[in-house]
């Protein structure tokens, strides 16, 4: 590595609490940002504090659910008044949905999706972007998926929500690009988390299941989705805004 990107920079990171999220936390810190990590999970976000920490990272760690609109302006406040500033927003958090046809969701399922997985991020740039604009600007990505760009059979909510996603994105950044705000998504494939060892069921044919979904033939690693947000938040990524980055190994290539 040559120069640490964010030096200077103050990053806020949600879901950071596991797989992605606290992939993402520990790159940041380890190119000199300082940041906020969130998450619902209390215990876990602490042990992120804690590995973020540990690579030297100065590190506000926030229990924040992110449907929640008074948590999320509690938490961007609380940053700018610990670090003075906010560039990079990292709206990862999310849930996934049992595998079940659209007759068969349950209209509490779909609202609690939709709240968790898209509506999150619509509460976190309100309250995010006052805070960038006070600084001249900064960068946001949101979390969506390859189900952002295709449609999957028995996942209508996950799928809704994920294109909801990308679609609130690039709404996003022509409303802010004028002002120095840029917002992408990620879009990843199938990658070695606690959330896709559920989806998976985590036995062997079940892993076997969904690599075989994968053309390069193996799960995508945590590290390799923060490396792609590194990319999007930093000074590299100047002149990308609206779009939805899909890292996916393929997944979604031949479809
Ligand atoms: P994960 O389950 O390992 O981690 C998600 C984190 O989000 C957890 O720590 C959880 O506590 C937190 N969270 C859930 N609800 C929350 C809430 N209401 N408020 C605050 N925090 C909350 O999942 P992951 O695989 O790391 O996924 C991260 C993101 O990436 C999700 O948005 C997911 O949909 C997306 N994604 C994952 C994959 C994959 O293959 N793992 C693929 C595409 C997209």
């Known amino acids: 590595m040559t120069q640490p990107r964010f030096t200077g920079k103050v990053a806020f990171v949600t879901g950071a609490g596991s797989g992605i999220g606290r992939a993402t936390a520990v790159a ?15 215990a876990a976000n602490e042990e992120t504090a ?35 500033r906010l560039d990079a927003a990292f709206n990862n958090a ?20 939709i709240a968790v997985d898209l509506t999150s991020a619509f509460l976190c740039m309100k309250h995010q972007i006052p805070a960038m604009l006070a600084n ?11 189900a952002g760009v295709v449609g999957i059979a028995g996942q209508a909510a996950y799928v809704a929500a994920k294109h909801g996603l990308i679609g609130l994105t690039k709404s996003a950044a022509l409303d802010y690009a004028a002002q ?5 998504a990620v879009c990843p494939g199938i990658i070695e988390t606690p959330m896709m060892n559920r989806f ?7 892993r076997a299941r969904v690599i075989g979904q994968e053309p390069v033939g193996r799960m ?22 609206g779009m939805a980055m899909v890292v996916d ?7």
Request: glycine fraction near 16%.
């Open 220 to 241: 995508g690693r945590p590290e390799e989705i923060a490396s792609a947000v590194l990319w999007l938040s930093s000074d590299l990524g100047a002149f990308a805004t």
């Open 94 to 113: 999310g849930i996934e949905q049992p595998a079940a046809p659209l007759t068969d969701i349950e209209e509490d399922a779909w609202a609690r999706l």
């Open 28 to 42: 940041f810190a380890a190119e000199g940002a300082r940041l906020a990590v969130l998450d619902v999970d209390a």
């Open 180 to 184: 120095g705000i840029r917002v992408n």
């Open 50 to 84: 804690r590995l973020v920490a540990e690579h030297g990272g100065e590190v506000l760690a926030l229990t924040c659910d992110v449907t929640s609109s008074r948590d999320v302006a509690a938490a961007v406040a609380g940053t700018v008044e610990r670090f003075g």
């Open 249 to 255: 190994g393929g997944q979604t290539v031949g479809l």
């Open 136 to 146: 001249g600007g900064g960068s946001i990505v949101n979390t969506s998926s390859g």
């Open 200 to 206: 998976s069921g985590g036995t062997d044919e079940g």
